[in-house]
């Protein structure tokens, strides 16, 4: 069974991953379920808890490559409860800002993301989405993209599901939210979840 892990490049409040398809958010939460973790992001700490969050590194692809000239934490922040993820571009470079689980979150996981954007950014791609630990390559391993905003449509959020056979082998397109809202507000708080 594949495990997967969750990669966040926006920026975020609360967090809850837990298991047993539990469909509550934090100040909810009853101590029946399993909870996997609840990060709140409310620490005097500059950066995430370290044994939880992991940066995200540079690759040659379209998301990771331009982590190649981030040095450390330098786009991520906490701040006031809120985990804070920034692009940057200095000197002609863009830097992505972003952070992954260290665990992996088997099925039968209900996965939940308090989060919004501070502004529409030209050129922005903030996402959330699972990726498999040690499974096949993509897209056979699968990913799962909770929220995902591009500026072509701007009052609009996707979540959609890639895998072999909705993209093929070499395709990049994935199965999204057939009737989604076009007058979604990105700058206030919502909750993104997934269950899988």
């Given at each position: 069974m594949t495990k997967f892990f969750l990669i966040i490049l926006v920026v975020l409040s609360s967090c809850t991953f837990s298991k047993n398809n539990e469909k509550k958010f934090h100040s909810d939460l009853e101590t029946s379920g399993e909870i996997i973790f609840i990060d709140e992001f409310n620490t005097d700490d500059s950066i995430p808890n370290p044994e939880i969050w992991t940066?995200?590194?540079?690759?040659?692809?379209?998301?990771?490559?331009?982590?190649?000239?981030?040095?450390?934490?330098?786009?991520?922040?906490?701040?006031?409860?809120?985990?804070?993820?920034?692009?940057?571009?200095?000197d002609g470079i863009y830097k992505n800002g972003g952070v992954r689980t260290k665990t992996g979150f088997p099925k039968d996981t209900r996965v939940e993301i308090k989060a919004r954007l501070n502004k529409q950014v030209r050129g922005g791609f903030p996402a959330i989405w699972q990726m498999p630990i040690d499974g096949e390559s993509w897209p056979r391993g699968g990913e799962i993209d909770i929220m995902e905003w591009v500026q072509g449509t701007p009052n609009q959020i996707y979540q959609t599901i890639h895998t072999f056979y909705s993209n093929g082998p070499d395709g990049s397109d994935g199965i999204t939210n057939p009737n989604p809202s076009t007058d979604f507000d990105v700058t206030k708080d919502h909750i993104y979840a997934v269950d899988r």
């Amino acid at each position: 069974m594949t495990k997967f892990f969750l990669i966040i490049l926006v920026v975020l409040s609360s967090c809850t991953f837990s298991k047993n398809n539990e469909k509550k958010f934090h100040s909810d939460l009853e101590t029946s379920g399993e909870i996997i973790f609840i990060d709140e992001f409310n620490t005097d700490d500059s950066i995430p808890n370290p044994e939880i969050w992991t940066l995200c590194t540079y690759a040659n692809n379209a998301w990771s490559q331009h982590f190649k000239y981030v040095e450390g934490y330098e786009n991520i922040r906490l701040e006031n409860g809120y985990l804070i993820i920034s692009a940057t571009k200095e000197d002609g470079i863009y830097k992505n800002g972003g952070v992954r689980t260290k665990t992996g979150f088997p099925k039968d996981t209900r996965v939940e993301i308090k989060a919004r954007l501070n502004k529409q950014v030209r050129g922005g791609f903030p996402a959330i989405w699972q990726m498999p630990i040690d499974g096949e390559s993509w897209p056979r391993g699968g990913e799962i993209d909770i929220m995902e905003w591009v500026q072509g449509t701007p009052n609009q959020i996707y979540q959609t599901i890639h895998t072999f056979y909705s993209n093929g082998p070499d395709g990049s397109d994935g199965i999204t939210n057939p009737n989604p809202s076009t007058d979604f507000d990105v700058t206030k708080d919502h909750i993104y979840a997934v269950d899988r």
